[in-house]
């Protein structure tokens, strides 16, 4: 439908993309009055209602819905004054209610106590506000038998509140760390399938150390953000989701990585019914940020994701990848890094992992790319190497190098693969693509020719493909 209207009451459907259905609506009223009246007189094109339009305009919406079920939104924009129709029977039919609006927390909530065949509620509250004066009484939510799927960004439903039970979907985004008023709220959800939680970076108070696990048997995937370790392990550690498919688990802050690394181990662990072991997985060293280092491993199921500013914690998840590796008997592994990196020359650890492909990433805007070839494709520190020497190199299974966006001397490249990627010395290793690159030094097709004669493809690309991230960009490489 050129309206998307079957999708007004999908969760998950951008609340932008449903704003621009609706001004869709009004222009396709103005081709003609057959259209016009075609579409004043369908209720299924008016069951969106965006309440910050003018009076008139939501009663008018509301009457050409007839009996369809209503999905009321607000965008993100500031609000004069809304005026909804107080009769009980608009608010029987109000099946959906999505806002990005803090100034319509308190309309919206205000909604709720008549609204028994609501089903999905996304509500925006100021971080912190919600929070203030005494603890909120779970009676003042209504009664909600029929809901699904609540994203409460801001603010989350108090402890008690009886229709979490009922719940397929839950978000929590933008609140205080793990307490007890969240572990009480999660162990309330017993039919949950969906669970994401995004926290800030407060701790209101700790947990007891007695505290029950969470348990959550119809679990099917999560997504996890904290703002620190400690935050993360306070909820992980008592989490209980045998039939879990997805997980996901990213760390602004990593610090003290060690400490923690049986806690990562566990929720990367493939215990349970679904479990299958991945046939390749990726990692990725980036720096995304001037101050620190991204650090992603990632399966078709399972995701780890680390930001930290030290050499230290580059470390130990390498170990951590070693560990992971061993525990999913050894996958075939996708590498990337970005260029320059001070930590290409830790990925000489991996080289027993079966690693498939490199992927590296150089800055377009700098010229100091060339620099981590020799760092990635070298021979290790303090290896004599003569003018005619090769070295024996130890990433047998490398079978994929991609490089983006370097300044390639191809002299001193080739010179640099026939050195170390001899036909005694690699076995598997089909290509070397170099993307969005550009060359000084020997013509291209010399190159090609020579790194040929042992064996090795190299191409050249223009532009980056989009291949959808690390783990498309993985499985694109090895065929996975």
Known sequence: MALGVDRDHDPHFPLEELDKNRQQLTRMRQVSSTWNDFLVSSPRYWQAINVKSPPQAIVAGIERSGSAPLCLYCLHSPIRSIQLPQSPLFRMRVRTIRSENIDAYRLFRGLLRDTPALQTLQLTEMFGRGYSGPPEDPSELGDLPSIRHLSARGWRPPPGTTWLVALKELVLSHHSGPNMELIQVLSACANLEQLTIVTGNKV??????????????????????????????????RLITPQCLRSSLQIHDAKNLREYLADYRRFMSLEGSCAHYPESVCMAIKRPYAWGESLDYETNSRQLSFKTATAVEVRVFLDLVQELQGLYKGPSLTVTIDCPSEHAPFLRSLHNQNIQAIVVHCSAERSESPDILPRVLGPPPRTPVGPNSTIDWPLKSLRFINI??????????????????????????????????SFQGMELAEAIERLAAIGITLSTRQRKEDVGGCAAEASKLTGA
Not at 413 to 419: A, G, I, Q, S
């Open 404 to 437: 983006y966006k370097a300044s390639v001397d191809l002299t001193n490249f080739t010179e640099l693969v026939e050195k170390n990627l001899h036909k005694n010395s690699k076995p598997l290793l089909e290509e070397i693509a170099l993307i969005g690159c």
């Open 204 to 237: 209101m108070r700790d947990l007891p150390v007695a505290t029950s696990p969470i348990t959550l048997p119809g679990l099917r995937s999560m997504r996890l953000e904290f703002a620190s370790n400690e935050l993360a392990i306070m909820l992980i550690r």
